[in-house]
């Protein structure tokens, strides 16, 4: 008699795992989450999360990457999409205190800040696709710039993956207020000011 074997539970969707991994190891954060927190996050069983995704580390990373590649982030498809580029910065900005402040899962903020970076150095290969994360996101941010120097709108010496860098560093900095309590409405009180911030060039 052939002996069965564990397969993936009947209608298991790889991907929604995965974000329910993201949840988990977001709240609890690397060492805190357990295999067990996984399984039932994740409703499968550990032989087949061990078989899809291999152990805990594994799965961690393959988080990261999951989380990283997903292009549909709120605040940057907010930048790309409004057409003028002061609305754009403020577009970017509002949505980042709108997703570090309303989430169903109650995980807020970012997961690269928020979990990511904490084991950065300390879990092997978090560091590196850190690094990578940001790297991507400085040159999207970057571009919509520079299409706006082609344009017109930014002045043709406008300092493109410097004034990245910032939005980038004024989001997480949105982000670790949220964390801390401060309301929606008090963040997004001096939100113009900080657009006018990013795209000021004493060159124009």
């Known amino acids: 008699m052939l002996q069965k074997t564990r397969g993936r539970p009947r209608g298991f969707d ?74 754009a910065v403020v577009a970017f900005m509002n949505a980042v205190v709108d997703y570090s402040t309303q989430k169903d899962s109650g995980t807020l903020g970012c997961f690269l800040s928020s979990c990511v970076a904490t084991s950065a150095g300390v879990v092997d290969g978090a560091q590196s696709r850190l690094k990578q994360a940001i790297k991507e996101t400085d040159i999207r941010i970057s571009k919509r710039f520079d299409t706006e120097k082609t344009n017109g709108q930014l002045a043709s010496d406008f300092p493109s993956i410097e004034r990245a860098r910032l939005m980038f560093d004024l989001r997480q900095g949105l982000v670790f207020r949220a964390r801390s309590g401060i309301s929606q409405q008090a963040m997004k009180k001096d939100i113009q000011e900080r657009a006018k911030m990013v795209l000021f060039f004493a060159g124009q």
Request: aromatic content about 12%.
């Open 14 to 87: 790889r991907d929604k795992a995965l974000l329910d991994a993201i949840d988990v190891f977001w709240a609890k954060g690397y060492d805190g989450t357990s295999m067990k927190d996984l399984t039932e996050a994740m409703g499968i069983k550990a032989p087949s999360l061990y078989a899809t995704f291999g152990d805990k580390h594994s799965l961690y990373l393959q988080a990261i990457d999951r989380y990283t590649s997903d292009e549909s982030c709120a605040p940057l498809v907010a930048f790309e999409s409004e057409p003028d580029i002061y609305k």
